[in-house]
């Protein structure tokens, strides 16, 4: 067998291993995430840290919070992408231009195609772009231009062409079966010496090495250095691996690696000196292995485009991690260390290695503790001896091997209780708590009696009553005896002790005062109310969705979804982009500055060298633009300007981002001093509608505790609120005050006009109602007079033939005086009173003024009624009886009774009708 395939070998089985390595974090952008096509050709960061990729479906920027997709005429592909001042050059196919922002942000594109002399890029991929000395180059494999900013030069080649490389201030290429070519002063090109070398290969990448050499890589035929015509291997032994996984790209980055990304395995971070540092891949962190595009931004990060997605290796990340994705060691939850050696405690057992034997930069793996396979819950050194609880019992470790020292299962959590005369060890399990004496090495001694409940956490007061919380959030307080051999008092405490509904609680003692952290709100135990009660000392620490841990006296770590913050007392002072489980001995403190972070899949392990007393340097949070969400137009935000909003348009977004690109996006907006943080329900932007007006302040809020500075805006009075508006309603006012001055005056005018007319109407009516009674009072008088008028004739009539019967009575009898003559005399005389013409006439006159409405009413209902009907009716209406009517006719009784019979007849009454009471009740 060959060297080269034996170092193959060696090199596979050590990569085997390496998936167990650490490496800096990886952070994966996958297709729905970006929401674009999944091949990503090119990568650029512009100068305002903004990250644009050349994307099959077109430009895809992304600030940090939003992700946008702008596209080419005809939704071309673009291979190549070069960021310069204000602009982004683009290539694609039969296609050369450039991007520049706009008013609000975003980009609009410019085509440089009708520069190209022929129209020679009509049928040509542009695959690379780079600047140099104010000279744009865009090149395809068989032609390159050069654009001077205002007409575009076709270069004449000698064949067809690999990519341009700027290296040592020289412009270097590959020509194809030629060699290593340099492009020179008026566009000439000259060969490097003995570059003929590389007839038959493909070069991928040229770049600045040691000593003025060159490194050079080749598709699939390893990694060469040359120095002014001398050719070597750079790594030999692995040229074979690098042939099969086909290196694609390559960059130095600034801090000196060589950065090789490959079409089949991922990407190799070296040191220049071949030693290989990481290696990521698809099986420990990448989300693809074939890597398309690679670049370094401003923080040092590495971006990968890949043929599915986009991912970012942090190389400047302050953590190494420990990607577990074939699941060797399972999801850890705890970790020590003991004279170098790192253990942690998984769900499978424990697992340790040797940190003096092996670099955090090399290839690791670790090896299981025998003895410790199960689910373990806590690993922690006293006195110079590892200490683990485990689901099976308790162990202690020593080196490779365990030695069981107790067989009551589920050791969650331990505690030193130290008195005058010894120290002992209190550790809760499924069933209470048990105790280890420390003389002479740690050792069981007996079941605490009192208790038969499981305690996750517990912690301990100056009287030694044991603080305790159960697996389902309940919290209680247990008091020993003076030996802490069984349980004397116990109490549980809840909502009636001052605590809310708890969840995600943590109980913590300090300076002998007992705690509850509930997330934002702390309750502190008041001994003389034998309550807890809301503190606002470490209100500091609040969070709205997080659970905090004490790691020591003087930090503390907030662990949210995807972060964790690291205080030091109030002070913030660092935060890893890391998701860790959530149990009690999940984060630790190794020697006071290094943190392990215990992981779903794997670890991460701090840097031995970083300050967690130095805080970290925080990115900023940048406003964009407003956008009037109902007409969609936008204005540039500067933070120098306080912005002027109309009234009709306070229906907003505020879009803000933050070039953090491996942070979670979680962030928090305050709309003036005295507002509380509310969550921002999108990262890219904030709405507000119904804004009253006002002028405000925004502020922004990461979710590692950043602050923006504030974005002032003022929300404008309405136009019926303006200065010309509250002119106007003063004109307005007056003008109303003169117009209703003139309309009370007009209606004072009418009303003393209607007052008088009305006067004079009630003094007519006065005039007409006294003329009225008067009249009322004649008709009434006259009415009396012809009553009596009529009575006086009845009664004349009446005495009168009396006195003509008596008369005739004499006569008849013979026995009288008169003569004939004498008799005839009486009676003429008789029967001229009887119809005296004056009595009559007046009798009439009255008779017919006081009936003479009656008697129209009579006449207008039945015509056919003659005048003596009427006088009959009036007489009738008068309620005189029959006797006393005939004589006013100067009839008989029976002559009248036919009267009122054809009276009756006329109208159609009855004949047994009452003609009286008929027209008694005529009105």
Known sequence: MSKNNIAFLIFLFVGATSFCQHSPPVFNYKVSDYKAHPQNWSIQQTKDSLMYFGNTDGLLSFNGNLWTLSKLPNNKTIRSLLSVGDRIYSGAYGDIGYWEKQ??????????????????????????????????????????????????????????????????????????????????DDYKIKKLPNTEWFSGMTITSILAFKNSELLVTTNSNGIFIYNNGIIKDWKKSMNFHFSEVQINKAIISRDGDIVLGTIRDGLMVFSLDGTLKYHINSLNGLQNNTVLSIFEDRSHNLWFGLDRGISIVVTGDQTQRYYDYRGVLGTVYTAACLDSVLYLGTNQGVYYFDQKKKEYNYLNDFKLVKGTQGQVWELKVYDGQLFCGHNEGSFLIKGSYSQKVSTVNGGWYSSVISTKNDKYILQSTYTGFVVYSTNNGMK???????????????????????????????????????????????????????????SKLDVISIDNRIWVFTGNNKYRFDGSKQAFIVDSQYDYLSCDDCIIRKLDDAHWALLYKDSISIYRDSQRINSFNISVNMEYNSIVMLNGRQLVFCLNEGYAISDSKIDLNKSKIRIPLHFTKLEYVKTKQCIPLNLDDVLEIPYNRNHIKIHFYKTDFTQDKIFYYKLDDDTPWQAVKDMSFVEFSNLRPNQYKLWIKSIDGHVSEPIEFVILQPWYFSKLAWFFYVLLFFGALKLLKIYFDKKLTQEKIRLESENERLLREHKYELENNRLIQDNLLKSKE?????????????????????????????????????????????????????????????????????????????????????????????????KEIAPLFNISIRGLENKRYRLRKKLGLPNDFNLSEYFYNLK
């Open 786 to 882: 012809l009553a009596n008028a009529t009575m006086h004739l009845v009664q004349k009539n009446e005495l009168l033939q009396e006195i003509k019967e008596e008369l005739i009575d004499v006569r008849k009898t013979g026995d009288h005086t008169l003569t004939t003559k004498d008799f005839q005399n009486l009676m003429k005389i008789i029967n001229q009173n009887m119809t005296v013409d004056d009595d009559r006439n007046f009798f009439e006159s009255n008779f017919n003024d006081v009936h003479e409405a009656f008697f129209k009413k009579m006449k207008s209902e039945f015509p056919e009624l003659t005048i003596l009907d009427l006088k009959l009716a009036a007489y009738l209406k008068m309620n005189l009886s029959s």
């Open 103 to 184: 008013e609000c942000a975003d980009y609009a594109y410019r085509s440089l195609s009708s520069l190209v002399p022929d129209n020679s890029i009509e049928k040509e991929e542009i695959w690379h772009i780079i600047s140099h000395k104010g000279i744009v180059y865009f090149q395809s494999f068989s032609i390159l231009l050069a654009y001077d900013g205002k007409k575009i030069k076709k270069i004449s080649l000698p064949g067809n062409i690999m990519y341009l490389h700027i290296v040592n201030e020289k412009i270097l290429f590959q020509v194809l079966d030629q060699g290593i070519f340099e492009l020179i």
């Open 444 to 502: 069981y001694s007996y079941r605490v009696e009192g208790i038969n409940i499981p305690i996750k956490k517990f912690v301990l007061d100056y009287d030694f009553n044991v603080w305790a919380i159960t697996p389902n959030d309940e919290l209680y307080k247990f008091s020993l005896d003076s030996n802490f051999t069984r349980i004397i008092k116990t109490k549980k405490y809840g909502i009636n002790e001052g605590l809310p509904i708890l």
